[in-house]
C-alpha cells in the first residue's frame, strides 16, 4: 500500500500562511495526491487533489514535488475555522478507495 | 440536496445486539462507502460500493454486512455487535475519483 508521513501537528497564527508538509515517497506514476481535512465532531472534508502540476482552488494551494515524493498543503491565511486535522492521501490508481494515516492536527492561535 | 445523510446520530447497544446503520445520498453517486474511526486514529474503510447490487470488503469487514439495492442507499450491518465495534461511523458517497463527501457521522457505542 502506498502510505503517507505527516507531522502529527502543526501550530500556527491566525491570518498567517500555513504549509502543511506530506512524504509519499512510495507514490506511483497513477497515484492522485488528496486533501481532506476533518473538523472537529465532523466527517472528512475535501480540500484538494493534484497528480503533477501544482494546484490552485478557493480553500488553498497544493505544491507537489517534481520528483512527486513529497507534497504540501498550503493554507494562505489561516483563520481559527482551519483548526483542524489535515489528511494527506494517496488516491491509488484514481480509484475511489482513500486510506487515511493519522492526519496533521491543525492549532490556529489568535 | 440534503447531501449525505446518516441515521441515527447515536447509539448504544448491548453486546450480542444487531443493528443497521442507515446512510443515504441525493446526488446520484454511483460509489458510496462506509468507514469506522477510533478515538484518535484516522478512518478506515470497511465496505465499500461501485453501483447498485455491487459491493466489496475494505480494509476491516469482519463483523458487518452491506448490500446496495438502490443507488441512493447503503446501510451497513452490525451482526452481533462487539465492545471493539465502538467508534464513529462515517458513510461517504463519490461520483468520479476526485471528491467523496462524507455525512456527519453516526456515534455508536457498544456496551
Known amino acids: 500500500d502506498a502510505k503517507t508521513t505527516q507531522p502529527n501537528s502543526m501550530e500556527s497564527n491566525e491570518e498567517e500562511p500555513v504549509h502543511l508538509p506530506c512524504n509519499h515517497s512510495t507514490i506511483s506514476g497513477t497515484d492522485y495526491i488528496h486533501w481532506y481535512r476533518q473538523l472537529p465532531s465532523q466527517g472528512p472534508e475535501y480540500v484538494i487533489h493534484g497528480l503533477t502540476s501544482n494546484v490552485n482552488n478557493r480553500m488553498a494551494s497544493l505544491a507537489i514535488a517534481e520528483d512527486r515524493k513529497s507534497s504540501t498543503l498550503i493554507l494562505h491565511r489561516a483563520t481559527l475555522r482551519d483548526a483542524a486535522v489535515y489528511y494527506c492521501?494517496?488516491?491509488?490508481?484514481?480509484?475511489?478507495?482513500?486510506?487515511f494515516g493519522g492526519g496533521t492536527r491543525l492549532m490556529v492561535k489568535p | 440536496n440534503a447531501g449525505v445523510t446518516q441515521t441515527p446520530k447515536f447509539q448504544v447497544l448491548k453486546t450480542g445486539q444487531s443493528m443497521t446503520l442507515q446512510c443515504a445520498q441525493d446526488?446520484?453517486?454511483?460509489?458510496m462507502s462506509w468507514y469506522r474511526q477510533d478515538p484518535g486514529m484516522g478512518l478506515r474503510l470497511i465496505h465499500y460500493?461501485?453501483?447498485?447490487?455491487?459491493?466489496d470488503q475494505g480494509e476491516v469487514p469482519n463483523g458487518y454486512n452491506v448490500s446496495r439495492s438502490t443507488t441512493e442507499d447503503f446501510p451497513l450491518r452490525l451482526l452481533s455487535a462487539a465492545p471493539s465495534q465502538t467508534s464513529v461511523y462515517f458513510c461517504?458517497?463519490?461520483?468520479?475519483?476526485?471528491?467523496?463527501?462524507f455525512g456527519p457521522g453516526t456515534r455508536l457505542t457498544v456496551l
Open positions: 492521501i494517496l488516491n491509488i490508481n484514481a480509484g475511489n478507495m482513500l486510506t
Open positions: 461517504a458517497s463519490s461520483h468520479t475519483a476526485n471528491e467523496q463527501f
Open positions: 460500493s461501485v453501483g447498485a447490487g455491487i459491493t
Open positions: 446526488m446520484n453517486h454511483e460509489y
